[in-house]
């Protein structure tokens, strides 16, 4: 749809208020998108829970979001079990990740103050450590073997948007050395 359409959607509560300040993360079986509140707070939610959104799409440093006014605009609907991350490749992060809950596990090969780059292979992905958090990006070294779940967000600074993508953890917990995270074998 084209920015600036107004837009009811409803999913799963996949990233909680208070890392990137007003905003969370809702998922459905079809994609993920972030809802960006104008103005107070949203009411208590936890991880999945099943919210309906509705406000305008607006593009926010290349990254499609949904700007809600008020917090009347975000309603709980119910609550179910929280969203289980897919597993996705660094180098194949692209447009139809983008808001989605997803796991990687690749080796470091870089970092800086508020982000780190793994690839497992197959290209580079920035996972990004914003300001906000309660906990610090932890101490890696070059070559090391981390899995990491979050959301994927895109941050371009200038048009045209392209790239950008940048995996955001939600918590400390988030974060580890394998064999953290495993798939669902449904054995």
């Not at 208590?44 to 009347?72: C, H």
């Not at 914003?130 to 371009?156: H, K, N």
Request: charged share 20%.
């Amino acid at each position: 749809m084209a920015e600036g359409s107004q837009v009811t959607v409803v999913g799963s509560v996949t990233m909680l208020p208070g890392a990137l300040k007003r905003r969370i993360y809702i998922e459905d079986e079809t994609g993920g998108i972030g809802v960006y509140l104008r103005r107070g707070d949203f009411s208590p939610l936890m991880l999945g829970d099943l919210v309906r959104a509705t406000g305008r799409l607006t593009d926010y440093y290349g990254e499609t979001q949904i700007e809600v006014s008020s917090p009347s605009r975000v309603s709980v609907l119910g609550h179910d079990a929280p969203r289980a991350p897919r597993w996705a490749r660094t180098g194949s992060i692209g447009e139809s990740d983008e808001g989605c809950l997803v796991w990687i596990v690749g080796r470091i090969t870089g970092f800086a103050r508020d982000s780190l780059t793994l690839d497992d292979g197959s290209g580079p992905l920035k996972v990004y450590f914003p300001a906000g958090l309660s906990w610090r990006r932890p101490y890696v070294q070059i070559g090391e073997t981390w899995g990491i779940q979050g959301i994927i967000g895109q941050y371009v600074a200038a048009p045209p948007y392209v790239g950008g993508y940048q995996l955001i953890p939600r918590a400390a917990t988030d974060l580890g050395r394998p064999p953290l995270f495993l798939p669902t074998t449904g054995r």
